[in-house]
T-cell receptor, first 111, second 122 residues
């Protein structure tokens, strides 16, 4: 059974600081997604990573994928308060169309 | 609004009652998914449709749960004889899938989520 683990589960950081969220998964995957969820809101797609070594950047967020290590990272550069949310990685496997989500990382950026 | 819409947003029911939720996907999307999310957890897959065909069901989907997508457009998720353990956020998502000529492979496989239906079973 596919397991997806994120760490840390909770992250409190000051504005302007950098940090990385890690996502490990247990079986081979052809696609990895990062989503953001604000309290009481829907999940918003941030990145889709398709291949080993893929790197995507949007604003202060950068995601990367190492399929050999079964690891994805979401790096936050110079955090701002607006980035406060819960971030999920999700893994797509084989021909199944479902996503298996990690438990999420709740990010709190303090002023 | 052209996103995924779900109705109702909130549902409070008594244990043993039946409830039904509706999901309207993005109009050109032929794939539709249901997930369940409990507090502090990531969404868990329940079931998936391609057009009107239900192609995959999780073992989480007990026989009290049934989902339909009769015309390949909107979908309903019904829970019969609700239990307190059914209390959760029920999320619907849709994706373009393999249909249509527009969009890259990347765009076709992104699942777009609705705001969810929060179910509370008393």
């Amino acid at each position: 059974e596919l397991k997806v683990e994120q760490n840390p589960l909770f992250l409190s950081m000051q504005e302007g600081k950098n940090y990385t969220i890690y996502c490990n998964y247990s079986t081979t995957s052809d696609r990895l997604y990062w989503y953001r969820q604000d309290p009481g809101k829907s999940l918003e797609s941030l990145f889709v990573l398709l291949s080993n070594g893929a790197v995507k950047q949007e604003g202060r967020l950068m995601a990367s994928l190492d399929t050999k290590a079964r690891l994805s990272t979401l790096h936050i550069t110079a955090a701002v308060h607006d980035l406060s949310a819960t971030y999920f990685c999700a893994v797509h496997t084989g021909t199944a169309s479902k996503l298996t989500f990690g438990t999420g990382t709740r990010l709190q950026v303090t002023l | 609004d052209t996103g995924v819409s779900q109705d109702p947003r909130h549902k409070i029911t008594k244990r043993g009652q039946n409830v039904t939720f509706r999901c309207d996907p993005i109009s050109e999307h032929n794939r539709l998914y249901w997930y369940r999310q409990t507090l502090g957890q990531g969404p868990e897959f329940l079931t998936y449709f391609q057009n009107e065909a239900q192609l995959e069901k999780s073992r989480l989907l007990s026989d009290r749960f049934s989902a339909e997508r009769p015309k390949g457009s909107f979908s309903t998720l019904e829970i019969q004889r609700t239990e307190q353990g059914d209390s959760a956020m029920y999320l619907c998502a849709s994706s373009l899938g393999t249909g249509g000529r527009r969009g890259s492979l990347l765009a076709k496989n992104i699942q777009y989520f609705g705001a969810g239906t929060r179910l509370s079973v008393l």
